[in-house]
C-alpha cells in the first residue's frame, strides 16, 4: 500500500518554471530521504535531487544545480521539485523515490519506492 503520486508535470517554454510535487502514503514518510530521477527518451534514468529525513541537506545533479531546489513538508507527506530556467534538455519523465536510508543521494539502487512518473516537456 506504499505509493508515491507525482504531480504537476507538464508542457513549458524554455526559460519557463514548473513545480512538481509528489505525495507519499508510506508510513513514517519524515524518517524517509527523498529524491527525484528522471529519464528523458533513449536515455537512462539520472540523478536530479535528493534531500535528508529533516530537509536540512540537499544534494542536486550537476546538470540542475542553481536552476531546481528540493523540499519537503513532513505534515503533508510531501516532497517538491522547484524547476526553474528550463531547457529543453530538461525534457524527461521526472519519478519520486523514497529509501529508508541512502549513503548518497544519487545512488537510485538505495531507494526502495518509486512512483510512475510525471512528464515534463520544455519546448524551445
Known amino acids: 500500500q506504499v505509493q508515491l503520486v507525482e504531480s504537476g508535470g507538464g508542457l513549458v517554454q524554455a526559460g519557463g518554471s514548473l513545480r512538481l510535487s509528489c505525495a507519499a502514503s508510506?508510513?513514517?514518510?519524515?524518517?524517509?530521504?527523498m529524491g527525484w530521477f528522471r529519464q528523458a527518451p533513449g536515455k537512462g534514468r539520472a540523478f536530479v535531487a535528493g534531500?535528508?529525513?529533516?530537509?536540512?541537506?540537499?544534494g542536486y545533479g550537476d546538470s540542475v544545480k542553481g536552476r531546481f531546489t528540493i523540499s519537503r513538508d513532513n505534515a503533508k507527506n510531501t516532497v517538491y521539485l522547484q524547476m526553474n530556467s528550463l531547457k529543453p534538455e530538461d525534457t524527461a519523465v521526472y519519478y519520486c523515490?523514497?529509501?529508508?536510508?541512502?549513503?548518497?543521494?544519487?545512488?537510485?539502487?538505495?531507494?526502495?519506492?518509486w512512483g510512475q512518473g510525471t512528464q515534463v516537456t520544455v519546448s524551445s
Open positions: 523515490a523514497a529509501a529508508y536510508y541512502v549513503r548518497n543521494y544519487y545512488n537510485a539502487p538505495s531507494y526502495d519506492y
Open positions: 534531500i535528508s529525513w529533516s530537509g536540512g541537506s540537499t
Open positions: 508510506l508510513r513514517a514518510f519524515s524518517t524517509h530521504v
